[in-house]
C-alpha cells in the first residue's frame, strides 16, 4: 500500500487561510468516510484534529476543517497562527482492511 | 485522565527483536483497539498493525507480516509489540494509539519510544 499523496510544504502568513490536500485511490479515500488528519509537532505525540472526513474532536479548534471530493481529501487552516507550525497527516482506511498515512506535509508560518 | 504510556528506548542488534510496551490506563482497557505506528528519521508515518484488546485478534500490515507480533495483557492494561529480524530501516520512533472500534481514527497517542538498530 502506498502513501497518500500530500505536497511536502504548504506556507502562509498569519492570519491567512491554507489548504493542504490529500490523494488517494478509489480503494482508500474514495472508498469510505474514514479520512482523519494528525498534527504532529516534532518531538511530541501526533493530535487528531479531523476524523470521518470532516469532524473535529472535542477541544480542537473550529479553525480547522475537512472535506473530501472523489479520491482526494483536504485539511484547510483559516486564520493561521504561529502554533499552527508543524507537520500534517492525513490517513485513510483501505479496502484490504489496512490503514495507510499520507506522505506529510509540513507547514510553515512566514 | 486517558494515558498511553511507553517503555523507554531501546538500542538493538541487528538480527535481534525488540518489545516495547503501551499501558493504558484512565479508561476501560478492553473496549478500544491500540494500533501501533512508526516514524523512522526524516520520513513519514507508517502504520504497522492493531489488535483488538477484547478477543487479541490482530491485523498487520503487509509489510511487517512474519515479523511482528502484537500481543495484549488485560490484568496490567498493556499492549506489546515485538518487532523480529531487526535491521538498520527499522530505526525509529514507535508510537501506540487508542481507536473506538470501528470509527477508523487514532484518538490517544502514547509518548512514543525510539528504538535505534546498530549494526
Known amino acids: 500500500q502506498s502513501a497518500l499523496t500530500q505536497p511536502a510544504s504548504v506556507s502562509g502568513s498569519p492570519g491567512q487561510s491554507i489548504t493542504i490536500s490529500c490523494t488517494g485511490t478509489?480503494?482508500?479515500?474514495?472508498?469510505?468516510?474514514?479520512v482523519s488528519w494528525y498534527q504532529h509537532h516534532p518531538g511530541k505525540a501526533p493530535k487528531l484534529i479531523i476524523y470521518?472526513?470532516?469532524n473535529r474532536p472535542s477541544g480542537v479548534s473550529s479553525r480547522f476543517s475537512g472535506s473530501k471530493s472523489g479520491n482526494t481529501a483536504s485539511l484547510t487552516i483559516s486564520g493561521l497562527q504561529a502554533e499552527d507550525e508543524a507537520d500534517y497527516y492525513c490517513s485513510s482506511f483501505t479496502s484490504s482492511g489496512q490503514y495507510v498515512f499520507g506522505s506529510g506535509t509540513k507547514v510553515t508560518v512566514l | 485522565q486517558v494515558q498511553l504510556v511507553q517503555s523507554e528506548p531501546e538500542v538493538k542488534q541487528s538480527g535481534t527483536s525488540v518489545k516495547v510496551s503501551c499501558k493504558a490506563s484512565g479508561y476501560t482497557f478492553t473496549s478500544y483497539y491500540i494500533h501501533w505506528v512508526r516514524q523512522a528519521p526524516l520520513q513519514g508515518l507508517e502504520w504497522m498493525g492493531m489488535?483488538?484488546?477484547?478477543?487479541?485478534?490482530?491485523n498487520y500490515a503487509q509489510k511487517f507480516h512474519g515479523r511482528v507480533t502484537m500481543t495484549s495483557d488485560t490484568p496490567t492494561s498493556t499492549v506489546y509489540m515485538e518487532l523480529s529480524s531487526l535491521k538498520s530501516e527499522d530505526t525509529a520512533v514507535y508510537y501506540c494509539a487508542r481507536e473506538p472500534p470501528g470509527t477508523y481514527r487514532f484518538e490517544y497517542w502514547g509518548q512514543g519510544t525510539l528504538v535505534t538498530v546498530s549494526s
Open positions: 470521518e472526513v470532516t
Open positions: 478509489s480503494t482508500d479515500i474514495g472508498a469510505y468516510d474514514s
Open positions: 489488535i483488538s484488546t477484547s478477543n487479541g485478534g490482530t
